[in-house]
């Protein structure tokens, strides 16, 4: 799996433009969490995605302030860990704990690509 690092602000904004031509997956990430490193683990043993989706993977403790400009920005109250997927400028999925489901995931952005 390749992951594009959130480490500023202003990636967002970048975020949210490349949302309109594909949907962009969140995946929010606590060090100090053994369920955060279980759900890490378990997306990225099963990501098999060929798409055109990009995925960002954003450290909240060294980044909390862009942890809190996504809830704001996108509406989503903060958890870790979760998954956000945008679409257009808009979270249309999220997902935290144990509900992060690959399959799931997948099934989310492979809708939302079409």
Known sequence: MEWNNLTDLGQLDQLVEESKLAPVLIFKHSRSCSIS?????RLERN?????NSRAYFLDLITYRSISNEIA????VPHESPQVIIIQQGKAVYDRSHFDINYTEIEKQLAANAG
């Open 47 to 51: 990501w098999k995605l060929g798409s």
């Open 37 to 41: 490193r279980t759900s890490l683990d």
């Open 72 to 75: 704001s920005r996108f509406g």
